[in-house]
Each structure stands twice: as structure tokens, then as C-alpha cells.
């Protein structure tokens, strides 16, 4: 058993001249198992450190396993009173640390780690790469229209409003190569995201989730708009996207709140919104309209912020339904990259709707 483990160990200087060995045990990831393994987990982890031999490092989701244990023990564990599952926690864990967020001055540092963004860059594919490009699209009998080639990575079109009737007799649509460099982060969109994380206080795995989500929409984007000159309108629009996705990955939950209940309009909001030309006036219509509240309140602050009213503002679309339209489209790519739940007004017995909101993040 362990006793006997641990006193053969600890008791043998020959082997062990410089000391009382150690067995150093990391566990990670436990949030992520089904409750009773949590629990059978930490039972087991009891057990090992009640020897001298084993040294136990947990890293853990704290209100994750907090909850797990306090349903296991429903009748000894109360979270309103002590014991709690967090008293448990703490009865084993003998050297706490958390992880703290991370700090301005060391989102620039983080996020570039994960873009290793290219400075003074510019945009667009170069002339060999559009040659490349060209030379790897199918042409000939071999190869059939519309199939990938196996060098160069491919992503359907997308289009999330145009529905297109099928012609089962028609070609298929040669898919669009994307240039490698297309992929790349310029210095412009890490100091973008950077921003963006700053003013939504992100979490260090929301920071990374978003660096994934950019990627993706820069190759969405490309498919769409590669023929055709970037107009203002779109530029303006990628950087209030970004800002939107990091509202939406906010550590504060009231602001995510906020967001659902706005991306929530957004899909509802079939033509032009009448007496509001830009984006900024269309969400605060939409946050004023639901009353006062801590979420209204808390995403209306920064919505008022300085650098995010700038950005949101820039997103015009006057009286122009094209470009209301493409506004509206990519609110709604946002929305289906973000983790905000969705937003459902539940009737009361007094037959009142009440909003409230489903959280997806935990």
C-alpha cells in the first residue's frame, strides 16, 4: 500500500543520499472531466498526500470543482454555509496560486505570441504568390472543376444571406486558392486585437480562442472580397468584427449579456433600421430600448469608451441598404464564432416577458 511505498522510499539513504525523495504528481485539466471523476480524483489526491513521498500540483477551474463536489456531498457541503465545496478544496490545498489576468502591459507581449504578426507589411498577395495562385487552380481534364488542390488550402464561399437555386447540370464553382501570405497577421491587426482585448478585459484562453477566430474570418473575408478593391466600408467593418468578438469574450459577464441581447436583434432585424445610421446608434438604441440594468449599463459604458466609440462609429451605412446588408452579415458571422448564448424572453405567470439569458461559458 502507500504507507509501505513511502516508508521503503523515505527510508533508504543508500539509494537516496542527498535525501528524502519526492514524486512530484501534475494534474491538469481536471475541469474538464465528468463530475465524479473530479471527486474520485480528489479523494485519491487525499490519500497521496497524507505520505511525505508525494507532492501533488493541481491546476484547476476552482467554481468548476467547487460544484462538483458540493452536488456529491449535497448533505455535508453547502455553498450558502460552511463546509463548502470550496472549504474542501482548501482543506487539501496547502499552497494556492492564481493565475492572474492578463495585464495591459502584457497583452502586446501575449498576443504576439500567438500571431507573430509581420510589421510594416503590406497587404494583399505579392506577384509571385498571385502566379502560384493561379497555376494551382484546376484546368485541366484530370482535375474537376471545383476540387481542391492538394497543395493549396481551400475553403468553401460563404454567404450567410444569398440562397442561390441549384443547377445539378451546372459546373461546379472553381474554389478561390488563398495566398499563404493572406493568412499572415500585419502589425495593423495585432495592435487591432490589442485594443480590442484591452478594453473587453479578456481572459488569457478567450485571448487565444480569438486569435484562432480572427485567422478563420481573415480567410472568410478573402473569399469574398479577393476580386474586388477593400472599400473603407469593409476595412471599417473587419476592425468593429474584432472589437464585437472581444466584447463577446468579455470576463465580465454582464457585458456578454449585453452583446447576446444586441446579436440576438441583430438576427431578428430583417430590413434597414429606421433613424440610425451607424453602428454605435443601432446597439445603444437596442440597450436603451430593454430599460436600465447592470448588463445595459456596464456594455453602454464601454460602448461610450473613447477608442470603441471611435470604431463602432466609423461603421456607416446612411441610407444605403447594400451596405446595411453587408454590415448586418458580418454582425451575424460574429455572433456564430462567439460564445454569448442565446437571449430568450420567457413569459411570467403575469404574463409579462422577462428577458433573460443562457450562458454557454462556464
Known sequence: DLKHISDA??????????????IVLFIDDLDRCQPNKVVETLEAVQLLVNTKLFVVVLAIDTQYVTLCLEDAYKNILDPKRHPSGLDYIEKIIQLPYRVPPIGNEHMHS????????????????SKKEEESSKR???NDDNQSPGQPNEKTPLLPGYDI??????????????AVAIPTKELDFTWEELEMLED???LSRVSPRAGKRLVNVFKLMKVIWYRRDHDQTPSSTQLRMKEACVLILALCASSTK????????????VEQTRSMPVGCD?????????????????????????IHDEKCSRILEKVVWGEDEEKWNLTRKDLRLSRSFS?????????????IHHPSYTDTRN
Not at 522510499?9 to 519526492?22: E, H, I, S, V
Not at 501575449?110 to 498577395?125: F, I, S, V
Not at 444571406?161 to 472553381?174: F, N, R, S, T, Y
Open 161 to 174: 444571406d444569398k440562397e442561390i437555386p441549384i443547377d445539378e447540370e451546372a459546373p461546379a464553382k472553381p
Open 254 to 265: 454582464s457585458v456578454r449579456l449585453g452583446m447576446c441581447k444586441v446579436l440576438a436583434k
Open 9 to 22: 522510499m523515505l527510508n533508504n539513504k543508500d539509494k537516496f543520499p542527498r535525501g528524502d525523495p519526492r
Open 278 to 302: 451607424n453602428l454605435k446608434v443601432f446597439i445603444e438604441r437596442i440597450l436603451e430600448k430593454g430599460g436600465a440594468g447592470q448588463a445595459t449599463n456596464h456594455l453602454l459604458t464601454m
Open 339 to 351: 460564445f454569448v448564448g442565446e437571449y430568450i424572453e420567457p413569459v411570467d405567470g403575469d404574463g
Open 196 to 198: 480590442a482585448c484591452v
Open 136 to 138: 494551382d487552380r484546376p
Open 110 to 125: 501575449y498576443l504576439q505570441d500567438q500571431m507573430n504578426a509581420k510589421k510594416n507589411e503590406t497587404r494583399g498577395p
